[in-house]
Antibody, heavy 115, light 107 residues
Framework: EVQLVESGGGLVQPGGSLRLSCAASGFTFSSYDMHWVRQATGKGLEWVSAIGTAGDTYYPGSVKGRFTISRENAKNSLYLQMNSLRAGDTAVYYC?????????WGQGTLVTVSS | AIQLTQSPSSLSASVGDRVTITCRASQGISSALAWYQQKPGKAPKLLIYDASSLESGVPSRFSGSGSGTDFTLTISSLQPEDFATYYCQQFNSYPLTFGPGTKVDIK
């Protein structure tokens, strides 16, 4: 059974940093692209980043230069390093597996940026 | 970035109704479109990929169509468990983008 479990969310002050993790199981992690998607309370879905099997990375303009996606295939783990956090980054962050499309999602971890 | 619009933004329907949601892309994306269903407090669930392919395990009352810039998600006979918010997403090019969502609630 495919499972994705996010962790690392919490309360952080504006300008601070946080590192999210996603533990994957039930599939060959190294064979899949992986993504992060976020959702502010009561709002829609926003794609945050992607990493390919070869380590190629992609970001939207809203987080480029502040967020870094990485993976550690030996640990079946995906990460999102978030720096220079802003109030607008407050959201539930989901990791998702991509088989072209996002076919499996974790349950999400809440990040709150507030003083 | 490719923008996606959805219509309507919300709709009220009854069990058994046929429901159609439209997604329009700001430029052609071939068939690189997916539809997701999301219920409150839950992660999104993939329903349709490649514009018209039904994800494994998804009931056949869900169907998708379209290519280029105009796409449709249809629920042929709405069931109680289908009341949710539906999002389209384009996979044609980065940055990936989602539509704003369509909330389907009980009439």
């Amino acid at each position: 059974e495919v499972q994705l479990v996010e962790s690392g969310g919490g309360l952080v002050q504006p300008g601070g940093s946080l590192r999210l993790s996603c533990a994957a199981s039930g599939f060959t992690f190294s064979s899949y692209d992986m993504h992060w998607v976020r959702q502010a309370t009561g709002k829609g879905l926003e794609w945050v980043s992607a990493i390919g099997t070869a380590g190629d990375t992609y970001y939207p303009g809203s987080v480029k230069g502040r967020f870094t996606i990485s993976r550690e295939n030996a640990k079946n783990s995906l990460y999102l390093q978030m720096n220079s956090l802003r109030a607008g980054d407050t959201a539930v962050y989901y990791c998702a597996r991509a088989d072209d499309y996002l076919d499996y999602w974790g349950q999400g971890t809440l990040v709150t940026v507030s003083s | 970035a490719i923008q996606l619009t959805q219509s309507p933004s919300s709709l009220s329907a009854s069990v058994g109704d046929r429901v159609t949601i439209t997604c329009r892309a700001s430029q052609g994306i071939s068939s690189a479109l997916a539809w997701y269903q999301q219920k409150p407090g839950k992660a999104p669930k993939l329903l349709i990929y490649d514009a018209s392919s039904l994800e494994s395990g998804v009931p056949s009352r869900f169907s998708g169509s379209g290519s280029g810039t105009d796409f449709t998600l249809t629920i042929s006979s709405l069931q109680p468990e289908d009341f949710a918010t539906y999002y389209c997403q384009q996979f044609n090019s980065y940055p990936l983008t989602f539509g704003p969502g369509t909330k389907v609630d009980i009439k």
